[in-house]
């Protein structure tokens, strides 16, 4: 079986090293995961190092002559439809899945973000955690930034809050929406809330979740929460959105408006993919937020 999960390393021995131009990130901006690598790449300034392709952002049937083959995946936007997206650069195919398939037919999830490499021609990784860390680490030596997203002094206590995160608020959404009855609905919800109340506390006493420096947990939390009251909140119908939270609202904005974070973040896509993505059972159109993300921010107060 092909590895899907390997890493770009600054070694000698490395399969993966680090070299401008070698690798490229196909990524669909409805997606929190795949906008976790975006939002990495950005900020560490990898723009000229690491080619990118955004996809259509509705999920279609890839193979649609084949009346045995039902699977939707993300499509290359040849046509232009919308902003942002490109054809596959590389090899020229029409879907994600056909990527995939030129180097494993094991059945897997067709995913993104997905880490090609063109100088072998094949893929790097399938994880988005993992990209994170490869963006914040590998290409130091060749391209030197001013942020560390996993820095050794704050490595426990980012592992800490990531797991605490994953385990209530990240994934508290599809869980209520998931839930086997409402019993389960319910709790999932109190987890969900309590999660959320949490962050607003912490946010109430520093700038970012983990201290005043931001981390890849804020990452995390970000595209979860900026995709809150558009996406998850009418989808799995939540009770209250994240825009009721002060310290929320404005840790949000004020992440928006870090140089470069605005270009990972197209509504346009998140209201169209998500209205059409197969967690949406009732077919709820989506609408834009009401809330304007460029406004003024409060979060200056922890500096």
């Known amino acids: 079986m092909?590895?899907?999960?390997?890493?770009?390393?600054?070694?000698?021995?490395?399969?993966?090293?680090?070299e401008k131009g070698r690798y490229h990130l196909f990524i669909s901006l409805p997606c929190?995961?795949?906008?976790?690598?975006?939002?990495?790449?950005?900020?560490?300034?990898?723009?000229?190092?690491?080619g990118l392709t955004i996809t259509h952002p509705v999920m279609q049937r890839t193979r649609p002559d084949d009346e045995n083959d039902q699977h939707k995946g993300w499509k290359f936007d040849v046509d232009g439809?919308?902003?942002?997206?490109?054809?596959?650069p590389i090899h020229g195919v029409k879907f994600i899945r056909d990527l995939y398939e030129r180097v494993t037919k094991d059945k897997v999830a067709y995913s993104v973000p997905?880490?090609?490499?063109?100088?072998?021609?094949?893929?790097?990784?399938?994880?988005?955690?993992?990209?994170?860390?490869?963006?914040?680490?590998?290409?130091?030596?060749?391209?030197?930034?001013?942020?560390?997203?996993?820095?050794?002094?704050?490595?426990?206590?980012?592992?800490?809050?990531?797991?605490w995160l994953s385990d209530s608020v990240l994934s508290g959404p599809f869980k209520v929406g998931f839930a086997p009855n409402e019993e389960a609905r319910e709790a999932a919800l109190k987890d969900l809330y309590a999660g959320l109340d949490r962050v607003e506390d912490i946010l109430s006493k520093q700038r970012y979740i983990v201290?005043?420096?931001?981390t890849e947990s804020d990452i995390r939390l970000f595209v979860v929460l900026l995709r809150f009251d558009i996406l998850s909140l009418p989808i799995f119908k939540l009770p209250k959105r994240v825009e009721e939270y002060p310290n929320i609202l404005n840790y949000l904005r004020d992440i928006?408006?870090?140089?470069?974070?605005?270009?990972?973040?197209?509504?346009?896509?998140?209201?169209?993919?998500?209205s059409?993505?197969?967690?949406?059972?009732?077919?709820?159109?989506?609408?834009l937020p009401?809330?304007?993300?460029?406004?003024?921010h409060d979060r200056d107060r922890f500096e």
């Open 211 to 214: 201290g005043n420096t931001f």
């Open 32 to 50: 929190p995961y795949a906008s976790r690598a975006y939002m990495a790449l950005k900020l560490k300034g990898l723009e000229d190092f690491v």
């Open 256 to 274: 928006y408006q870090i140089q470069g974070i605005k270009e990972t973040v197209d509504f346009e896509h998140i209201k169209t993919g998500g």
């Open 276 to 287: 059409s993505a197969p967690y949406n059972k009732d077919r709820i159109q989506l609408e």
């Open 81 to 88: 439809e919308f902003e942002g997206t490109a054809p596959d």
């Open 114 to 163: 997905l880490l090609w490499d063109k100088k072998t021609d094949t893929i790097v990784s399938t994880e988005s955690a993992d990209m994170v860390r490869m963006f914040n680490e590998a290409f130091e030596d060749i391209n030197p930034s001013t942020i560390d997203l996993y820095s050794a002094e704050l490595r426990e206590k980012i592992d800490e809050t990531n797991a």
């Open 290 to 296: 009401a809330v304007d993300f460029s406004a003024a």
């Open 2 to 18: 092909v590895s899907l999960q390997n890493f770009i390393e600054n070694k000698p021995d490395a399969q993966f090293t680090p």
